[in-house]
């Protein structure tokens, strides 16, 4: 499910950022670099789309996000 998903990405900011994530503001979740120092671009913009606010534009299923960490090879 996608809310899974969006928990998910939740939990992951939170747990690079050492505190909780961000509140999103009206244009969607902020950018969480500047909270997690090394979070490399591709691994945000991946967490980024899992806690995007419109389910349709995140992710459609856990494999597709497995395929993406996949391609980031971190």
Known sequence: ???DLFAL???A???YAGRPAPRAGPNGPA???PLAD???Q???QLLLSLVARAPSERPPHAAA???ALDRLRL
Do not use: I, T
């Open 13 to 15: 900011l939170e747990a």
């Open 1 to 3: 499910l996608r809310s």
């Open 31 to 33: 950018d969480p670099r």
């Open 38 to 40: 090394g979070l490399p």
């Open 65 to 67: 996000v497995l395929e």
């Open 9 to 11: 990405g939740m939990s």
């Open 42 to 44: 591709g691994l945000a």
